[in-house]
């Protein structure tokens, strides 16, 4: 057996649930999944209306001028401006101080389809107020509303389309809202290439703006979406009333079995702080690491300072503001076709072969870009014609690989490892950890390219190889097991098994 793999197969006890995809449950996790729409929009606009001319003389006219050429500076540093990066990681950081102080709360008690909702009246006040900004500060402002509103839908979101989805098709489900975030960036940034023509200067203002649709999209629609029956169980609902849900849900009357698991998880927490849980018990371990290095790892590797500053950075190398972002709606492109790709696939080859093989195509990507800025970008002047399109390719290589691989699967792998009892307060551990790496890169990636100039590719390949040695060794298979019997992966597993040890044994002997 392969080192770290536990088949969930071939675990012992496994209960298959009965049922179908019904209409019902489709429509809703769509309707959920709209989450990802405004998070992606989200992502297309940073990058994007951060290197638009009139945007940068209104907000960050240092910047502007290096642009320009009205101040001598190095090709990797034109872009480097603290104020220019906290406007970008503004929104993370609020939605890291939501993350932890209050989604984990709320959606735990109040439920899922709530936090949707004032995620979403968040997303609309934080879209609002960055479309009509009128200087930065209050343009920062917008974007901690935005991260708020987010902090809020992507504790959510990913926890009710886990919790909907069939065991047997979680992966295909939860990939719903990598999917929509494939396409509010791909809109966002289409949005971007056309803002920029505008004259007049305010082409900035609409695409902000806009970040309003997807929003009063996803807020109406929660407010039509049921609860998912795991919550119900954990907020007391009465059986029967779970039980005729969970058999709108699954198209039959044989639901028995799936809801004894859920009330028997309910259970089994004894109802305690989920969060304290987490960080005192020796059973929680294995999805403590989860959650907190899966986000990580996604950071490190690179793909949101690809992800923010790709319009940057192919105007670094010498291409011009519409041609950057018109090669940036292209690379998007890329990465939702390869979603695509990844809901057909997920449940078939199963989590840890997507994701080794995902790495491996990212790390030969990124040394390659690495090795063309090195050797052909210097401080002054551009790469030639030649090398800046092999660049792009590159890119687009890279976004491929990390989108049927690690982009989907750091929204599934900690959604559905974590038992019900400590579920929201594991999602709120994994959408923190995501927020703290991504203002580390956000904040740093500008800086970091000044200082590090191509060497900083080389240490985005460096964390790629430490996070597929992790999938290797430490992280099981769970492709096709039920959600409320994941955890008996890691008491199977040769390292988690001796680290949970007799504590997850006599938890699992209570339910």
């Not at 029967?240 to 058999?247: D, E, F, P, T, W």
């Not at 750091?410 to 991504?438: D, H, K, N």
């Amino acid at each position: 057996m392969a080192v770290g793999l536990v088949d969930a197969g071939a675990a012992g006890n496994d209960r298959q649930y009965g049922g179908r995809i019904t209409l019902f449950v489709a429509l809703s996790c769509v309707t959920a999944a709209l989450g990802g729409a405004i998070f992606g929009y989200d992502l297309g606009t940073s990058g994007g209306v951060s290197s638009m001319g009139p945007f940068l003389r209104e907000f960050f006219p240092d910047v502007y001028r290096r642009m320009h050429g009205d101040v001598r500076v190095s090709n990797y540093c034109r872009f480097d401006s603290q104020l220019l990066t906290l406007f970008t990681s503004s929104l993370y950081i609020a939605g890291l101080l939501t993350a932890v102080l209050l989604s984990s709360w709320f959606t735990a008690r109040r439920g899922r389809r709530p936090s949707m909702i004032v995620g979403g009246v968040a997303f609309l006040a934080g879209a609002a107020v960055s479309g009509g900004a009128v200087n930065v500060y209050m343009a920062i402002l917008g974007r901690a509303l935005l991260g708020v509103g987010l902090g809020f839908a992507n504790q959510a979101v990913l926890l009710y389309l886990s919790e909907m989805a069939p065991a047997r098709y979680r992966g295909a489900f939860s990939n719903g809202f990598q999917l929509t975030l494939c396409l509010g960036s791909l809109a966002a940034n289409a949005i971007n290439y056309g803002a920029d023509k505008i004259t007049g200067g305010w082409g900035w203002r609409l695409s902000l703006g806009l970040a309003c649709v997807p929003a009063a999209f996803f807020t109406l629609g929660a407010v039509f979406l049921p609860e998912t029956p795991n919550s119900l169980v954990q907020q007391g609902a009465d059986r029967g009333k779970v039980r005729a849900l969970l058999q709108r849900i699954r198209g039959t009357d044989a639901v028995d079995a799936e809801l004894d698991d859920i009330v028997a998880a309910a259970r089994g927490g004894g109802g305690g702080d989920g969060l304290r849980m987490i960080l005192s018990q020796p059973r929680y371990r294995p999805q403590l690491a989860i959650a907190v290095l899966m986000p990580a790892f996604t950071q490190l590797n690179g793909i949101n300072a690809i992800g923010f500053y790709a319009p940057v950075l192919l105007r670094t190398v010498g291409m011009g503001e519409s041609l950057a972002l018109l090669s940036t709606v292209i690379t998007v492109v890329i990465y939702t076709a390869s979603t695509v790709v990844f809901m057909f696939v997920i449940d078939r080859f199963g989590r840890r072969t997507l994701l080794i093989a995902g790495s491996l195509q990212m790390l030969a990507s990124e040394l390659l870009i690495g090795a063309i800025m090195a050797a052909e970008l210097g401080d002054e002047g551009g790469v030639g014609r030649g090398y800046a399109a092999a660049l792009f390719v590159l890119i687009g290589v890279y976004v491929a690989g990390y989108s049927w691989s690690w982009g989907p699967m750091t929204w599934l792998v900690p959604t559905e490892v974590f038992p019900l009892e400590i579920r929201a307060a594991g999602q709120s551990v994994t959408v923190a950890s995501g927020f703290v790496f991504t203002i580390f890169v956000a904040q740093g990636f500008l800086a970091m390219l000044c200082r590090m100039r191509a060497w900083l590719f080389f240490f985005f390949a460096g964390w790629i190889v430490v996070m597929t040695g992790f999938v290797y060794l430490f992280l099981p298979e769970t492709k096709g097991m039920p959600i409320e019997q994941v955890g008996k992966v890691w008491r199977e597993h040769w390292f988690w098994g001796r680290v949970v040890g007799v504590d997850e044994s006599q938890a699992s002997d209570k339910l």
